[in-house]
């Protein structure tokens, strides 16, 4: 499979802490994208980095790719309890396809 | 989600029938593509399509077919449903793969 694979599969925190999320992937890539899942919903893009790229930010997201390593992190700082989703990695190879990691389910307790 | 919408949201069938179901968007974007969502798995491309009447398949292709006779619409048919296409069927869209997706809302399909 050429999924990316998300870890830990499961994190939960304290609303203020920071979170962070690793990806994993297998072959080399020209972009690396992350995704929001909020229960019983859609995906929704977050943020794209590209393969040139090392660190990226969005408001309260940061996100890092590493490609000698092939593995990408997301941090979410100062978390919220709306942070509250899974969150997925989805790695884009040349072509029109993207293929997604399990996904890492984050819980933010208020 | 704005501008793509997915048909039935939720839906009940009997082993071995048939089931169509409909993505449909007002964005006029090029790619369209259908997931499933199974626990422990991710998401998982069934097919996609580039354009009318192109599509390929993905990496669980087998029992699923689909057809795009215009651009707005992209429709998934399950030829004879089995216990294990059980999923939540995800539709995206998307102008150009390399800048992200945009995803439906799903549709739980429950084969019994």
């Known amino acids: 499979s050429q999924q990316g694979e998300e870890d830990p599969q499961a994190l939960s925190i304290q609303e203020g802490e920071n979170a962070t999320m690793n990806c994993s992937y297998k072959t080399s890539i020209n972009n690396l994208q992350w995704y929001r899942q909020n229960s019983g919903r859609g995906l929704v893009h977050l943020i794209l980095i590209r393969s040139n790229e090392r660190e990226k930010h969005s408001g309260r997201l940061r996100v890092t790719l590493d490609t000698s390593k092939k593995s990408s992190s997301l941090l979410i700082t100062a978390s919220r309890a709306a942070d509250t989703a899974s969150y997925f990695c989805a790695t884009v190879f040349t072509g029109n396809q993207f293929y997604f990691g399990t996904g890492t389910s984050l819980t933010v307790i208020p | 989600d704005a501008g793509i919408t997915q048909s039935p949201r939720h839906k009940v069938t009997e082993t071995g029938t048939p089931v169509t179901l409909r993505c449909h968007q007002t964005?006029?974007?090029?790619?369209m593509y259908w997931y499933r969502q199974d626990p422990g798995h991710g998401l998982r491309l069934i097919h996609y399509s580039y354009g009318v009447k192109d599509t390929d398949k993905g990496e669980v292709s087998d029992g699923y077919s689909v057809s795009r006779s215009k651009t707005e619409d992209f429709l998934l048919t399950l030829e004879s449903a089995t216990s294990s296409q059980t999923s939540v069927y995800f539709c995206?869209?998307?102008?150009?793969?390399?800048?992200?997706?945009?995803f439906g809302s799903g549709t739980r399909l429950t084969v019994v």
């Open positions: 964005e006029n974007h090029r790619y």
């Open positions: 995206a869209i998307s102008d150009d793969p390399q800048h992200g997706y945009t």
